[in-house]
């Protein structure tokens, strides 16, 4: 017996939280639903494009080896929904867990069409953004967790670029990073272990921007008055970055084409986001979305903007990890196994609360 619980919405519950039929069950609730159902049963709670309600699911399932869980089409923008399965198959790497995969059977139209309206891209706050980020803010936008997890997920993810391109360009390892809606911090490693050539940072603020440290270079820019990146050639960046910002875009078909056509062949973008915002400023299906159709919208950019060879969504680890829940033979041979467990998880899982970090990465 398998259980698997999707990500919830943050305005419905904790991303700890359990829900079985839309109802919040605590974690020794959840293992008596696992010991009573003897059978496959696959159980889901779905809306419709008019119903602006969160979509709550929870799959119970005798085995399976997939990591595609799939509802029905919610929006123009998928034949389905990807939901995140726990105690699947999913692929793990040491900062980052593989919700899913894309593909172009995913989406209801074809890389180049564009099924996004004004009123999906419309926010309540319309006015000049220039306005909105005039003043600098120097603070961060996530909590100090969810900073070093995703520290560690650009750690691995930068490594690996370097190995890639050492093995393609032999002595030339240098990375080349764009950092768009960048700020006075950028959350890449500071201990010397990456490679860095050129961090070129793309902001709204110039004396945020003059502020961080990891910047090579940097430039004002509004993207949703100006999309385009024209002052960077093509494949000129071997990584892009974009953290906390993605929902901010109004035209984001432009901005995902250029990241495409300025990275090179193999290089990735790395889309991170959380589960706060600024609420005024947020695109309309952003705010009507939970994580699950989050993931989807920011994998629905990659796919209608260009050919990407591969296209995933991912959940950063916890800082500790929750033990291995035990076997049904193992809680009928030793009851107080289960409530053990129960107590440990509990216990990791208030350790390990604070914001969610998300990231699609589409390779090119």
């Known amino acids: 017996m398998m259980m698997a619980v999707s990500l919830q ?29 003897a059978t496959t049963t696959t159980l889901v709670q779905g809306f419709s494009p008019t119903q602006r309600v969160p979509w709550k699911t929870i799959q119970i ?17 998928t034949r389905r929904r990807k939901i995140a399965c726990l105690d699947m198959n999913m692929v793990d790497s040491a900062s980052s867990t593989q919700i899913c995969t894309f593909d ?9 069409e564009w099924p996004y309206s004004k009123a999906d891209l419309n926010r309540v706050d319309n006015s000049d953004d220039g306005f909105f980020y005039d003043a600098p803010r120097f603070v961060t936008h996530i909590d100090e967790g969810a900073i070093q997890r995703l520290t560690d997920f650009y750690k691995e993810e930068l490594t690996a670029a370097a190995i890639q391109k ?53 430039y004002a820019q509004d993207l949703n008055k100006n999309p385009q990146m024209a002052r960077f050639k093509d494949n000129s960046f071997d990584v892009v970055c974009n953290v906390v910002s ?16 300025i990275l090179r062949p193999g290089g990735r973008a790395l889309i991170s986001f ?59 041979a030793n009851p107080s196994a289960a409530f053990a467990w129960a107590s440990t998880a509990a216990a990791v899982a208030k350790s390990n609360s604070g914001d969610p970090m998300f990231i699609v990465k589409g390779t090119k």
């Open 9 to 37: 919405s943050s305005q419905q519950c904790d991303r700890r939280g359990l829900m079985f039929l839309g109802t919040r069950v605590s974690i020794s609730e959840a293992i008596i639903v696992c010991l009573l159902c």
């Open 61 to 77: 399932l005798d085995g399976g080896h997939s990591n595609r869980i799939t509802g029905p089409m919610s929006s123009p923008t």
């Open 104 to 112: 172009a059977s995913d989406f209801a139209l074809p890389t180049g």
């Open 166 to 218: 050492k093995a393609k360009k032999g002595d030339e390892t240098s990375l080349d990073v764009l950092d768009l809606c960048s700020s006075w911090i950028s959350h890449f490693p500071t201990d010397d272990s990456i490679p860095f050539g050129r961090v070129i940072g793309v902001g709204m603020n110039e004396e945020e921007l003059a502020e961080n440290k990891q910047l090579t270079e940097y």
């Open 246 to 261: 993605v929902d901010y875009l109004t035209s984001p078909l432009e901005v995902f084409q250029e990241m495409h056509r």
């Open 274 to 332: 959380s589960n706060r915002c600024f609420p005024t400023k947020a695109i309309a299906m952003w705010l009507q979305a939970d994580d699950i159709g989050r993931l989807t919208i920011v994998g629905s950019y990659f796919h209608y903007s260009a050919e990407w060879i591969s296209i995933e969504a991912l959940s950063t680890k916890d800082a500790i990890q929750t033990p291995k829940r035990p076997s049904v033979q193992e809680i009928m």
